[in-house]
């Protein structure tokens, strides 16, 4: 089993930045993608931004130029930096990777419990 543990989430007024911390743990042997998504009340969970065990990053229209992905060295863990945050971005915030558990394995794509991002005006 594999466990995605997200953190950093919380209250912050329009402008601020918060930056939240995804680490990935248990039966892991190697990790490939892994990205963010967020969901607001009453929309679809959305893609924030990925990125590859290469370094490739992709990021929605609406946080590019505010949003930065990375990985932690030792790639088990994937930040989002949020800065410039509006209160449209106000959601639940889910990481999530793509695991595989040995060498010759497919990948599964894991998710974290949410953690809510909130932006007042």
């Known amino acids: 089993q594999v466990q995605l543990a997200e953190s950093g989430g919380g209250l912050v007024q329009a402008g601020g930045s918060l930056r939240l911390s995804c680490a990935a743990s248990?039966?892991?042997?190697?990790?490939?993608?892994m990205g963010w998504y967020r969901q607001a009340p009453g929309k679809q969970r959305e893609l924030v931004a990925g990125?590859?065990?290469?370094?490739?990053?992709n990021y929605a229209d609406s946080v590019k130029g505010r949003f930065t992905i990375s990985r932690g060295n030792a790639k088990n863990t994937v930040y989002l930096q949020m800065n410039g945050l509006k209160p449209e971005d106000t959601a639940v915030y889910y990481c999530?990777?793509?695991?595989?558990?040995?060498?010759?394995?497919?990948?599964?794509?894991?998710w974290g419990q949410g953690t809510q991002v909130t932006v007042s005006s």
């Open positions: 990125i590859t065990r290469g370094g490739s990053t």
């Open positions: 999530n990777a793509a695991v595989s558990d040995s060498f010759d394995s497919n990948y599964d794509v894991y």
């Open positions: 248990g039966r892991i042997f190697s990790i490939n993608g």
